[in-house]
RNA sequence: CGGGGUGUGGCGCAGCCUGGUAGCGCGCUCCGUUCGGGUCGGAGAGGUCCCCAGUUCGAAUCUGGGCACCCCGACCA
């Protein structure tokens, strides 16, 4: 296929719009795939369009190769559907009415249409099922961000499997797990599959796909030794040990005046600032104010303090702190406090300086099990300089994007929908279901963020809109014609730069655009026949003549 | 939702403080020139200055209200 640069829909810009702050945003913008119709809305331009549907090739082919099934769920949804599941409140769903006021809503996935569809599944003799679709999902979220990293709407390859047994179910959360290392890999993206976040759930397994990004949301921990990979709202980093000073009998007073930070106070009596300890009221969803207690050079994980209290929770106000504790945040301590103290684990054993419940003063050499009581749980986030908890090694921190997220949900949807089998041994039983996603938007940004230089986009031939971007200069249309020619016969497409423009400005678009292979016809074609091939990763060339084009490329 | 910022031809920006004919670069159209890394010269087209209200003889500019978008945070099935 040859497409004449001429004729298409491809604004390419000098600049990048001045709101643009992540890499895949501005290339995107620029070279003329995506362009924004709203905040988190943005349409796919043909180029981007062909990458897109490139991408859903991939995850198409690789998902049928594990033997799921393509359907098309609808994107309008009777909200009854979500009212069963108790979905129906979730804050980002768009809702919607139809004349006659019956209230619908626009998914955010579709585990419960995909669910409804289940209940026609009536024996084991049925099982196991793989079923997905490519459709557009809806999402109110409060701050889309970064281009195409966080959008409102966005097309979603999401598939999900019904199985009659635990067993069955944890083969087919297998087989979409080594499907997606195929997608990722087939796509060109460097993708991490780590233990994502099970929250209040707890328990489940739930796998995120992250791909390292300049700009991202999700920060990535690995161990320089390979094995080791989480996300840092769950990662266990090992940290470094204090400098403890001699031990004490007892708690020891002292005055602090003005003295509020764990920095200020490491500095104020000349010690370690590992050797503080951090309390963080919080109150939980029931009222409670529990004091999360942790090292003074460490951050409080929120999710891991949710995971620990099983209840959610927000800092405790100023006056709930002076109801609890008789004293302002920055002389808080757990010594005295008669209300829950969940403490992290580099405080089980040692002595630290904690806050004396007493404003202006704190307390030195304070124990955990002699002068206070608490419960311990990993409630730090991980930071640089910590080591692997597998091996010792250091541990690095990038920033990613989620492309990929598989879960096990078991019956929670099933039970909800009434989504039920007959066992072989006669029992009826609730189908256990998975859920597996993919946004090829994303994979579409994360490639561009992990290839790129400072002249463009450079794709991976998998998903590049053209295979070769054919650049024509003046006098060298007849060769070129010839060369396009020979590219279409070997079953390439190709993009035909056909305009009437400069040769610099051909190859600066060239550059941005970022197909892999570019060749070019100029005035040295008509000497000898032959045109310069070049490869954009590397910006190697050759030169090869028009009749064995086909062949050196196809 | 909290904090910060921005809205002026397609894109990037100046003008606003101190009210008085709306400007620059790129892009676009036409003519010439040039032609293997964003030529050069000339002539043009194109703007409800985000919206509404107010102040004023007069508002892009001052005041009030609203909207949109971006960044940081909160949130994130």
């Known amino acids: 296929m ?26 995107l913008v620029r070279a003329g795939y995506i362009r924004q119709v709203g905040a988190g809305l943005w349409s796919f331009l043909p180029l981007g369009w062909r990458v897109h549907r490139k991408v859903e090739q991939i995850i198409r082919e690789e998902m049928d190769a594990i033997g ?9 949804t009777p909200i009854e559907l979500w009212e069963a599941t108790g979905r129906d409140k979730i804050t980002e769903i768009f809702h919607v009415t139809d004349r006659a006021g ?7 996935t579709h585990e419960e249409t995909f669910t409804f569809h289940a209940r026609e599944l009536q024996s084991y003799r049925e099982l196991p099922q793989l079923w997905y679709h490519f459709q557009t999902k809806d999402r109110d979220e409060p701050r889309p961000r970064g281009g195409l990293l966080r959008v409102r709407e966005f097309i979603m390859k999401d598939a999900y499997s019904f199985d009659r047994d635990e067993e069955g179910a944890y083969a087919s959360f297998e087989r979409n797990r080594v499907a997606y290392h195929r997608i990722f890999d087939r796509c060109g993206v460097e993708a991490h599959e780590v233990k994502a976040e099970s929250g209040i759930m707890g328990g489940e397994l739930t796998y995120d796909f992250l791909a390292p990004s300049g700009s991202g949301e ?26 403890l000073p001699p031990a004490l009998a007892a708690p020891e007073e002292i005055e602090t005046p003005g003295v509020t930070t764990c920095e200020a106070l490491a500095e104020f009596l000349d010690v370690d600032l590992a050797a503080t300890s951090k309390a963080m009221p919080v109150t939980t969803e029931d009222g ?3 004091l999360a207690l942790i090292r003074g050079d460490d951050r409080l994980s929120e999710s891991k303090l949710l995971s620990a209290l099983k209840i959610g929770s927000r800092p405790a106000t100023d006056d709930e702190i002076r109801a609890a504790f008789g004293a302002s945040g920055g002389s808080l301590g757990p010594v005295g406090f008669d209300g829950e103290v969940i403490a ?11 806050g004396a419940n007493k404003d202006g003063f704190h307390l030195r050499g304070v124990e955990a099990g002699r002068d206070y009581e608490a419960r311990f749980a990993d409630l730090r986030e991980p930071i640089e300089g910590d080591r692997c908890p597998e091996c010792g090694g250091a541990l690095t ?8 997220h598989i879960f096990y949900f078991a019956d929670k949807y099933s039970k909800g929908l009434d989504a039920t089998f007959l066992d072989e041994d006669g029992t009826e039983k609730p189908l256990l279901g998975g859920s597996y996603g993919i946004g090829p938007g994303r994979v579409l940004a994360a490639v561009v963020e992990q290839r790129n230089d400072e002249n463009g986009i450079i794709w991976p031939r998998s998903i590049a809109p053209y295979d070769v971007h054919l650049v024509v200069l003046k006098g060298a249309e007849e060769i070129g014609e010839q060369a396009a020619a020979a590219l279409d016969a070997a079953g390439l497409d190709v993009l ?9 400005e051909k190859f600066a678009d060239a550059d941005l655009i970022g197909i892999p292979v570019r060749v070019t016809a100029g005035k040295k074609s008509l000497e000898d026949g032959a045109v310069d091939v070049r490869d954009r990763a590397t910006g190697e060339e050759r030169r090869v003549n028009v009749a064995e084009l086909g062949k050196e490329l196809g």
Do not use: W
């Open 288 to 290: 409670r104010v529990v």
């Open 2 to 27: 040859i497409a004449r640069a001429s004729q298409l829909f491809l604004p390419t810009l000098r600049d990048a719009p001045a709101d643009a702050e992540a890499v895949s945003h501005k290339l």
């Open 218 to 243: 999700n920060i990535l921990v690995r161990c320089e030794n390979g094995d080791y990979a989480a996300d840092a709202e769950v990662a266990r980093g090992i940290p470094r040990a204090p400098e």
């Open 102 to 108: 019956r209230r619908f809503m626009l998914p955010l």
């Open 344 to 354: 992290d684990l580099t405080l089980a054993e040692g002595q630290f300086v904690a």
């Open 496 to 504: 035909l730069d056909d305009r009437d423009q400069r040769p610099g």
């Open 397 to 404: 921190f990038q920033t990613t994007i989620e492309v990929g």
């Open 68 to 76: 799921a099934q393509e359907f098309l769920a609808p994107v309008l």
